[in-house]
């Protein structure tokens, strides 16, 4: 087999689905497929090695471990003429729930009321998060701490009291981690995953959370299925998003509340695409690879 230029897929796992089907439809392709662990990054003055052998590549990696070498790397290769997607730049926003927060409220998408705290939680403090929790949430003392990185609903707390919070909130002062977001528990009616490739729409997914949990994802066990086209209520949210400068292929996440409220949850700029697949029967790892080769002229 002749190989055309050479694509490294920067991921934490080689084995997982998503990077294995890109993998596969990428060799269909002819493509000679690298992929590249964290560990084997190293910086130097003149390349970045191993991405230095290739052309072009796609980051799979997240930022939990709080080891941005993937996205520094990247940023080095785009530097010296690479191409990369997502944009290294972009999911450096992205990767951060603080500054992707800042993002959304920027781009008018709504985002779940966010607090963070610094410091000792003060009781004029604690009078933001009950007002929060009253005005959005039918739940009023029912709060969720999503920890600064994160994937698939995992690091998330639950608190059903105000007092709990609070005693939460001192520990962390204590151990000087207060990386975190503090929301409101929201009653949430569904969840929806509109699925963007190249500025347009790919798939819509709707979530709904599994059994005794309050999170919709897939691998926390949430009940999925395709939904024709963008519902009209969903529009604001994936225009802006159709144009993000650097945002090639990933997800906009909205909840639809049971009060009737929606809420953009989170831009995702690696999603994964076993559901999807699963639900659509469909080659979706070929059309993101065709695409990309295509909008990028990838040879």
Not at 22 to 31: G, T, V
Not at 90 to 112: A, E, G, M, Y
Not at 280 to 287: I, P, V
Request: one cysteine or more; glycine letters at 8%.
């Amino acid at each position: 087999m002749t190989f055309q230029s050479k694509i490294f897929l920067l991921c934490q796992d080689s084995q997982l689905y998503t990077n294995l089907r890109l993998q596969n439809e990428f060799e269909q392709l002819a493509f000679d497929v690298q992929m590249v662990a964290k560990s084997e990054l190293r910086l130097g003055p003149q390349d970045v090695f191993p991405l230095s052998q290739c052309s072009a590549g796609m980051i799979r990696s997240s930022g939990v471990d709080w080891d941005d070498i993937d996205l520094d790397a990247s940023e080095a290769f785009y530097d010296a003429g690479g191409s990369v997607y997502n944009s290294p730049f972009l999911l450096r926003l992205l990767r951060d729930k603080t500054q992707q927060w800042n993002l959304l409220s920027r781009l008018d998408l709504s985002p779940i009321p966010s607090f963070q705290c610094r410091g000792l939680p003060t009781q004029n403090f604690m009078g933001l998060l009950r007002a929060a929790g009253t005005a959005h949430s039918s739940r009023s003392c029912s709060f969720v701490v999503k920890p600064n990185r994160g994937q698939g609903g995992r690091g998330i707390c639950f608190f059903e009291t105000e007092k709990s919070l609070k005693m939460f909130l001192e520990s962390r002062y204590w151990m000087k981690d207060q990386k975190f977001l503090i929301q409101p528990l929201l009653s949430v009616r569904k969840e929806y995953r509109v699925f963007l490739l190249n500025g347009e729409v790919l798939s819509v997914l709707q979530r709904q959370p599994g059994p005794g949990d309050f999170r919709a994802n897939f691998s926390q066990g949430g009940q999925g299925q395709i939904v024709s086209q963008v519902p009209s209520s969903l529009q604001r949210f994936v225009r802006p998003c159709q144009s993000l400068k650097g945002f090639f292929f990933g997800t906009i996440e909205i909840i639809e509340t049971n009060s009737g409220h929606f809420y953009c949850v989170e831009v995702n700029g690696m999603p994964g695409i076993q559901e999807l697949e699963l639900l659509t029967q469909k080659n979706m790892a070929s059309k993101i690879v065709k695409g990309l080769v295509t909008a990028f002229s990838l040879k």
